[in-house]
């Protein structure tokens, strides 16, 4: 195996999904606590004087102790180099976190092994399902007191419609939690706690081990054993293939805070995930090992570093190497580049690179040529990989400048906050950008969208709740057509007809009744739930 061939097979490339405060943004620090990435793991929520979580570097996510946007990071572990997207998991998180998945070859789903399965696991989980990806279950806070082990299971496979393979098993939880059983090696993994800032120290005992009531207690032994027995009868079977192609999901248990069973846990990871997968373009697949560089947009950031204004386009290689000042076609803009300043990142922390392969994770300052989806390949070789899909919004407010002398900055700063997909914004047709209409996936955005307007370009904005919770696009199979008025369409008072900046045109409604009723009447308008357009 050639040295490019080994370095595209030690990668591994995945995305954290949860809902909120399931300790995700815990579990990916200690991810980087055994890869050596950071001495000591930063509590995410607590006193003032507390760190802030390493992941977190917007200061409205310092604030308030949660993830506002997804993060990057890489490390190495044990022959392996490790790319995480660490995503929102807040209920109010942007679009940004389905586009994240855009881009991961596997996902981690963390849940709270005292709430179970909430509505934005459902929403993400769905995303995961659309791109057939492995999903790995870890259930999270055992240190806690937690529901019956045996009643997740069953409704994560009645929620999500995936079957589960519990990799290893829970020894007691909240106080009496001892460490878990490991099925594969039929060993007891035994924790002893350190506080959780350190790597924690594990003992294996067999199962049958005489001083095993000592260690963990009689009942909870005896416990053990029937459950052992139970599963052993009920549970699927191990199947890998079925693990890779998204329909069997592997579940640890586990406490991220106190270090309970994330080693074990991450190891176990890295030998189920693959190396970097293919990517569609059209009817093209574009394999990992082709020699041919190519890289997709999946996210942009501007101002992460406030002294310079900066703007950051988050890429996905996809096939071949990167280096630094080679030069690239970028497909969308019909023209060569030269990549400056491409970096890896830890959060705020950035460290430029000479090359990157297939898998890796770069950002490249962006002097604002970028938009989500574009696509990056060798100029000899050019194709554009499928569209990454706009998600319905499903929050609205008209929003406007308080001060009209601020009208310029107005609209640069929500064009630019919109071309990086935290929130989509629309406008009535035929009328100016005074006031727009911003949509968002999660209520949090607008108060992002309030905060960056203030520092970033000192505008006080005035909002205005709007009463549609759905939105569709309008598919036209003649793209020149002229654009559609609301007297071409029948349309209910709880709908509206609206047209991005891109003058895509789309209809917001109040209640899922509406669009049946329009549709119903309107026999030849065609809606999208997704939008092919990009920003």
Same mark, same amino acid.
Request: proline share 3%.
């Given at each position: 195996? *050639?040295?490019?061939?080994?370095?595209?097979?030690?990668?591994?490339?995945?995305?954290?999904?949860?809902?909120?405060?399931?300790?995700?943004?815990?579990?990916?620090?200690?991810?980087?606590?055994?890869?050596?990435?950071?001495?000591?793991?930063?509590?995410?929520?607590?006193?003032?004087?507390?760190?802030?979580?390493?992941?977190?570097?917007?200061?409205?996510? $310092?604030?308030? +102790?949660? %993830?506002?946007?997804?993060?990057?990071?890489?490390?190495?572990? /044990? +022959?392996?180099?490790?790319?995480?997207?660490?995503?929102?998991?807040?209920?109010?998180?942007?679009?940004?976190?389905?586009?994240?998945?855009?881009?991961?070859?596997?996902?981690?789903?963390?849940?709270?092994?005292?709430?179970?399965?909430?509505?934005?696991?459902?929403?993400?989980?769905?995303?995961?399902?659309?791109?057939?990806?492995? @999903?790995?279950?870890?259930?999270?806070?055992?240190?806690?007191?937690?529901?019956?082990?045996?009643?997740?299971?069953?409704?994560?496979?009645?929620?999500?419609?995936?079957?589960?393979?519990?990799?290893?098993?829970?020894?007691?939880?909240? $106080?009496?939690?001892?460490?878990?059983?490991?099925? +594969?090696?039929?060993?007891? @993994?035994?924790?002893?706690?350190?506080?959780?800032?350190?790597?924690?120290?594990?003992?294996?005992?067999?199962?049958?081990?005489?001083?095993?009531?000592?260690?963990?207690?009689?009942?909870?032994?005896?416990?053990?054993?029937?459950?052992?027995?139970?599963?052993?009868?009920?549970?699927?079977?191990?199947? !890998?293939?079925?693990?890779?192609? +998204?329909?069997?999901?592997?579940?640890?248990?586990?406490?991220?805070?106190?270090?309970?069973?994330?080693?074990?846990?991450?190891?176990? &990871?890295?030998?189920?995930?693959?190396?970097?997968?293919?990517?569609?373009?059209?009817?093209?697949?574009?394999?990992?090992?082709?020699?041919?560089? *190519?890289?997709?947009? &999946?996210?942009?950031?501007?101002?992460?570093?406030?002294?310079?204004?900066?703007? @950051?386009?988050?890429?996905?290689?996809? *096939?071949?190497?990167?280096?630094?000042?080679?030069?690239?076609?970028?497909?969308?803009?019909?023209?060569?580049?030269?990549?400056?300043?491409?970096?890896?990142?830890?959060?705020?922390?950035?460290?430029? @690179?000479?090359?990157?392969?297939?898998?890796?994770?770069?950002?490249?300052?962006?002097?604002?040529?970028? %938009?989500?989806? =574009?696509?990056?390949?060798?100029?000899?070789?050019?194709?554009?990989?499928?569209?990454?899909?706009?998600?319905?919004?499903?929050?609205?407010?008209?929003?406007?400048? !308080?001060?009209?002398?601020?009208?310029?900055?107005?609209?640069?700063?929500?064009?630019?906050?919109?071309?990086?997909?935290?929130?989509?914004?629309?406008?009535?047709?035929?009328?100016?950008? /005074?006031?727009?209409?911003?949509?968002?996936?999660?209520?949090?955005?607008?108060?992002?969208?309030?905060?960056?307007?203030?520092?970033?370009?000192?505008?006080?904005?005035?909002?205005?709740?709007?009463?549609?919770?759905?939105?569709?696009?309008?598919?036209?199979?003649?793209?020149?057509?002229?654009?559609?008025?609301?007297?071409?369409?029948?349309?209910?008072?709880?709908?509206?007809?609206?047209?991005?900046?891109?003058?895509?045109?789309?209809?917001?409604?109040?209640?899922?009744?509406?669009?049946?009723?329009?549709? =119903?009447?309107?026999?030849?308008?065609?809606?999208?739930?997704?939008?092919?357009?990009?920003?």
């Amino acid at each position: 195996m *050639s040295k490019y061939e080994a370095e595209i097979n030690r990668r591994r490339t995945f995305a954290i999904i949860s809902h909120p405060d399931a300790g995700k943004t815990t579990l990916t620090e200690k991810f980087l606590l055994y890869g050596g990435a950071i001495a000591q793991a930063g509590q995410v929520k607590g006193k003032k004087n507390t760190r802030a979580a390493t992941s977190d570097w917007m200061e409205i996510e $310092k604030q308030r +102790g949660i %993830s506002v946007t997804s993060s990057v990071m890489q490390f190495q572990y /044990e +022959g392996y180099c490790i790319n995480i997207l660490d995503t929102p998991g807040h209920q109010d998180f942007s679009e940004d976190t389905y586009r994240t998945l855009m881009a991961a070859d596997s996902a981690v789903m963390v849940i709270d092994a005292a709430k179970g399965v909430e509505a934005q696991t459902r929403k993400l989980f769905k995303v995961c399902a659309m791109r057939d990806i492995p @999903i790995f279950t870890f259930v999270n806070k055992m240190d806690r007191e937690a529901r019956d082990s045996f009643e997740l299971l069953e409704e994560l496979e009645k929620e999500l419609g995936i079957e589960t393979y519990p990799v290893n098993w829970p020894i007691g939880c909240g $106080k009496d939690f001892k460490g878990v059983y490991d099925r +594969g090696s039929q060993k007891i @993994i035994h924790f002893t706690s350190n506080g959780g800032a350190k790597a924690a120290t594990a003992t294996e005992v067999e199962l049958g081990d005489p001083n095993l009531d000592g260690l963990i207690g009689a009942d909870l032994h005896q416990q053990l054993v029937d459950e052992i027995e139970l599963l052993d009868g009920a549970a699927a079977e191990f199947d !890998l293939d079925r693990v890779r192609h +998204g329909k069997l999901s592997p579940v640890f248990f586990g406490s991220a805070l106190t270090n309970f069973g994330v080693e074990p846990f991450l190891e176990h &990871f890295l030998q189920m995930t693959t190396a970097p997968l293919p990517r569609k373009a059209g009817d093209e697949i574009i394999d990992s090992m082709d020699d041919n560089f *190519s890289a997709f947009v &999946f996210k942009i950031q501007a101002n992460m570093n406030k002294a310079h204004r900066d703007r @950051i386009a988050f890429m996905r290689v996809v *096939s071949g190497k990167f280096e630094a000042d080679k030069e690239v076609y970028h497909v969308q803009g019909g023209k060569k580049l030269r990549l400056s300043r491409p970096q890896q990142l830890m959060a705020a922390e950035r460290e430029i @690179i000479e090359e990157a392969y297939a898998g890796d994770i770069i950002g490249v300052f962006d002097p604002g040529i970028f %938009s989500i989806g =574009d696509t990056l390949c060798t100029a000899a070789k050019k194709f554009k990989f499928d569209p990454i899909p706009t998600f319905a919004p499903e929050h609205f407010k008209r929003v406007r400048s !308080l001060d009209t002398m601020k009208r310029k900055q107005f609209l640069k700063g929500m064009e630019q906050i919109a071309q990086e997909g935290a929130i989509q914004i629309f406008k009535t047709p035929y009328s100016g950008m /005074e006031e727009v209409i911003v949509g968002v996936v999660g209520t949090l955005q607008f108060d992002v969208l309030e905060y960056r307007l203030k520092n970033e370009y000192n505008v006080d904005l005035y909002m205005e709740g709007l009463p549609y919770e759905y939105l569709r696009w309008i598919v036209r199979e003649d793209e020149d057509a002229e654009p559609l008025k609301e007297e071409d369409l029948i349309l209910g008072t709880d709908t509206k007809l609206v047209e991005d900046y891109k003058g895509n045109q789309l209809l917001l409604f109040g209640s899922q009744w509406a669009i049946q009723w329009v549709e =119903d009447r309107n026999k030849d308008l065609k809606l999208a739930e997704f939008g092919g357009a990009r920003f």
